[in-house]
């Protein structure tokens, strides 16, 4: 991995990045959010179609910002794109509307970015509510189960490369998002960070974590929990995993995989649910869906399919 001396000044630091937030009734957590961005750094805000007050307070919050309203939700990752492609600036800051930025995590980051020119995406450290800290850097997705639980496991004291960071702030070159065309439109929850990483990495852009910048993640505040949502949550989750074996292992893998997920979830709901533990029966319910709305065809998008590499 290349290296150049970062510049400690960050001169023009906030005309080069756009920070950019995609919600869906997130009326809890996004004002937090807003308050934390720097009013010099643009911003651009996608909304998925939200039924709350998340429109108004994003006006009330930052009447500077730049909105982009779906008619329909267009899930994470597509939300994303709609922004990234008005994006202008060298890098654009992606962050969770359940995310409190700082702005010395955002100058490290850019300074990193600076420091590491072959590097694509960076993460910051991040920080549960109460102070703890949520690792946020992992090696790929097929090889976590191999490595088992991180018990003991510390922060890196210095920047590391990674096979993935979390999608709760990203900072991404944009020479680089454009590279890769940004996020996999097929896939409209869930997994999204995973394949973005993985395709960075195969473009042969560095995927690196930044101790230094440290944020917040509140966490489970992006939209309003109810039975639908948590139907969808989880209906996601499994077709979208099953869509990321097929991506990189293939069409009679994913298969296997699917019917897998179809019977074990399945009978875990049968067996939730004669024991009356209904929303754990209906959570794996929505897993078992989401598995054979993979094997029949199903597609989670709702924009029209497109080829990406």
């Known amino acids: 991995m290349k290296t150049t001396p970062p510049d400690l000044k960050a ?7 756009t920070v950019l937030t995609v919600t869906h009734n997130g009326g809890e957590v996004i004002g937090g959010m807003l308050q934390t961005v720097p009013t010099e ?8 179609a939200s ?16 909105l982009i309203v779906n008619e329909i939700g267009l899930g994470y990752g597509n939300g994303m794109n709609c922004g990234l492609r008005e994006v202008e600036t060298e890098f654009a800051l992606l962050v969770n509307p359940d995310s409190i930025l700082t702005e010395e995590a955002i100058i490290s980051l850019v300074q990193a970015a600076d420091q590491f020119p072959d590097g694509g995406l960076f993460g910051p450290s991040i920080l549960n509510p109460d102070g703890s800290v949520e690792l946020s850097h992992d090696v790929n997705l097929f090889n976590r189960k191999v490595l088992g639980k991180r018990v003991g496991e510390v922060c890196p004291e210095g920047p590391l490369c990674a096979d993935f960071v979390s999608g709760a702030v990203m900072l991404l070159r944009m020479s680089a998002a454009k590279a890769v ?15 973005i990483c993985m395709r960075f990495r195969q473009a042969g852009y560095g995927v690196i974590l930044v101790p230094d910048a440290v944020i917040t993640h509140i966490g489970g505040g992006s939209v309003r929990p109810n039975q639908a949502y948590y139907w969808e949550k989880f209906w996601h989750i499994s077709w979208s995993r099953l869509y990321f074996e097929k991506k990189y292992h293939g069409l009679s893998q994913s298969r296997k995989l699917a019917w897998k ?24 319910a929505a897993r078992c869906a989401g598995a054979l709305g993979f094997l029949r065809g199903k597609r989670a998008s709702v924009v029209p399919a497109v080829d990406i590499k």
């Not at 001169?11 to 990045?17: A, N």
């Not at 039924?51 to 730049?66: E, Q």
Request: net charge negative; hydrophobic share 40%.
């Open 51 to 66: 039924t709350d007050d998340s429109l108004d307070i994003v006006n009330k919050i930052a009447p500077h910002a730049r």
């Open 261 to 284: 997920y179809a019977c074990k979830y399945a009978l875990k709901a049968l067996g939730y649910t004669v024991v009356l533990k209904r929303s754990k029966a209906w959570r794996d």
């Open 181 to 195: 065309n940004f996020f996999d439109p097929e896939i409209f929850l869930y997994y999204e960070d995973d394949d």
């Open 11 to 17: 001169k023009d630091i906030w005309s080069r990045l």
């Open 41 to 48: 750094a643009p911003l651009i805000v996608v909304d998925n």
